[in-house]
């Protein structure tokens, strides 16, 4: 199994990390760990950008289910 095909498996923390790591080594790595990075950096970019909907989505969920309706007045 390739580094990209276990992204989806992975957490949100392991994601941002790995996004991270990539994001630096195509920046500054040798010219290997930048070819990586290049391959891993459009996969992670969008598992990341989509679980930050998610949990945004989630959260405004929560809040809205959290407030007491207002009453209307008569």
Do not use: C, F, W, Y
Not at 20 to 49: F, I, K, M, Y
């Amino acid at each position: 199994m390739t580094l990209i095909e276990k992204i989806p498996t992975m957490t949100d923390v392991e994601v941002v990390n790995l996004l991270t790591n990539a994001r630096r080594l195509h920046e500054s790595g040798d010219e290997r760990q930048q070819a990586a990075a290049g391959e891993l950096l459009p996969a992670l970019e969008v598992v990341a950008t989509e679980r930050k909907a998610e949990r945004l989505a989630l959260a405004q969920a929560k809040r809205s289910a959290a407030r007491k309706p207002k009453a209307i007045a008569a």
